[in-house]
Each structure stands twice: as C-alpha cells, then as structure tokens.
C-alpha cells in the first residue's frame, strides 16, 4: 500500500515494504524528483538502511560469538512496515523484531521511521527502541534517489551537487566485492562543486568518512530548481549513481560498509551504535525542494 501527504508545494509517496518513499513530487512546477525504481536499471526509489549500512565481510555479522547472516544494507528495505499513524502532511511507520529478524539479528527492538512535510520541505526521522534487556548495537542510513535531469532538454553533466564547505573530497575506496579496500582517493571540488559525469561512478560508490560539510544541494546550471538535503546528525555520506543511469543518489549514512578482513564483533565495526535496555536512538535528516 501507498501513503500520500501532501501540501501545495510537495506530494510525497511512501510504500509499506521499507517504509521507502516512492515519489517527491513537485506540485509547483510538475516535476517528479525521485527516481521511479525501473527495475531494468536500479529497481529502488530510497531504501531505508537497517540495521546495517553497506556491506558485511563474509555477509555476517557477529554477535556475542555468533555469526548470523546479513545482507547488504540489512533488511529494512524488504521488510513489511506497519503504517501507525498518518495524516495530511505526517505519516509513522513501524517495524518490529520477530523470528525472522532475530534469525540475522537477534535484537528486540522497534524501528519507527516518520515523514512530515513543512512546506518545501520533507524531514525523515528515524527511531530505535532497544525491547530487550541487553545492549543493542545498530545503524541506520538514507539512499534516496534523484532524478537527473529535471527536466526534458537538459543532460547528466549540466548537475553538479554543491558542498557547505569548500576543499577537495576524500573518498574511501571500495573494492569489487562492495568492501572497503581500505585505499583512499581525493577528489577536487571547483568552487564547492562535484561535477555529475558519466565516469564518475566508474569505480563504484564516493564514501565520504571524513566529510566536513552537512548539507549539499543538487543543482543545474540551466535551471533554478535544486534540491537540498540537511544531515546534521549523519557524519558519513554517500554519493552514487549506476554509471549511465539519469538519477543521483545522495546518500546520509550513520554505518558504513566493513573493511575486507575477517569479520569482527558487531560492536567494533565503523559507525555502529549502542543503545541502551529501555532507550532510543533517534536521528534525522530533511530534502528541501527548491523552485
């Protein structure tokens, strides 16, 4: 089932399986900026990534000596979300922990993620709620995808996505099995601008670990429309596309994916945190639409 909010500026779809936004739709201007989820290139709109972001050594993660099996992003995105509360402009989503997540994650927990349009802008919060009685560990992480161009009569290399700060970019390099490598690359920006080219996603995903800006907006150089996207809380980001594909992914991550060795304790990996019995673990981040 498909949920909508919407105001006069934005229409917003959002999905039950993944609690996944399906559309961001411009009522101002006519302009769809989500990506539509073909399935012959990249069958996503914006997977929300939990309990894990990236990928897993070995596909595992390991738990008090255990090992369980973890895929890729972790299960959120397939998962069935129950919609607890909605109206015109605000929409909650909750998972829960069952048998089938305790047998690759053996957590009681809930994840809640909620949308709620203000005007041109979509603020997404995630919440985790540790149920059980030991300490949990957990990452969450955002994968929207932006349609590039905007519109009809523009290419892929008229975008670029500006920066908050200024300064060439390190990205950490990930190697064919979607692991870090543990190799580092820098990446100039001219005049806080990452140029979109065909190329740019050759080598897989940019992962940005030591990123110093929290905001970037995606712009063309024949338009004024842009969007923005605030993660104040997010200290990694991650940019990909599907080389050849017109949309860009602008990713605001917690977690991020191991790097090629043995597996380690859930609890020493990159980006993971703990929760306490009883608490919560809450962040957010927002895509403002400009016109």
């Given at each position: ?150 519109q009809p009569g ?56 030591t990123l110093k ?79």
């Amino acid at each position: 089932m498909t949920h909508t909010l919407q105001n006069q500026y934005l229409r917003v779809g959002i999905r039950d399986q993944g609690a996944e936004l399906t559309s961001i739709f411009n009522r101002q201007t006519g302009i769809e900026h989500l990506w539509q989820a073909d399935p012959n290139v990249w069958p996503w709109h914006a997977p929300n990534l939990f309990p894990v972001v990236g990928g897993q050594t070995n596909d595992q993660i390991v738990v008090d000596g255990r090992t369980y099996p973890l895929k890729r992003h972790g299960f959120a995105r397939t998962s069935e979300f129950i919609c607890t509360e909605s109206s015109t402009e605000f929409a909650s989503f909750e998972l829960h922990s069952s048998e089938a997540t305790k047998a690759v994650y053996p957590y009681d927990f809930v994840f809640e993620i909620t949308y709620e349009l203000d005007g041109s802008e979509l603020t997404v919060t995630y919440r985790v709620k540790n149920k059980g009685t030991d300490n949990m560990f957990m990452s969450v992480g955002a994968h929207p995808a932006f349609n590039v161009p905007f519109q009809p009569g523009e290419d892929y290399t008229d975008y670029y996505i500006e920066f908050e700060r200024d300064g060439s970019l390190e990205t950490s390099l990930l190697g064919a099995d979607g692991l870090l490598s543990g190799e580092k690359a820098r990446i100039s920006l001219d005049n806080r601008q990452l140029n979109l080219t065909p190329t740019l996603f050759d080598n897989d995903a940019l992962v940005l670990l030591t990123l110093k800006s929290r905001q970037v907006t995606l712009k063309s150089r024949k338009n004024n429309h842009s969007i923005r996207l605030d993660f104040a809380v997010f200290p990694y980001l991650g940019i990909w596309a599907k080389p050849g594909a017109p949309f860009v992914c602008i990713e605001p991550w917690l977690g991020v994916a191991d790097t090629s060795s043995k597996p380690r304790p859930i609890e020493g990996k990159q980006g993971i945190h703990r929760i306490r019995p009883g608490n919560s673990f809450v962040a957010h981040y927002s895509i403002t639409v400009k016109s």
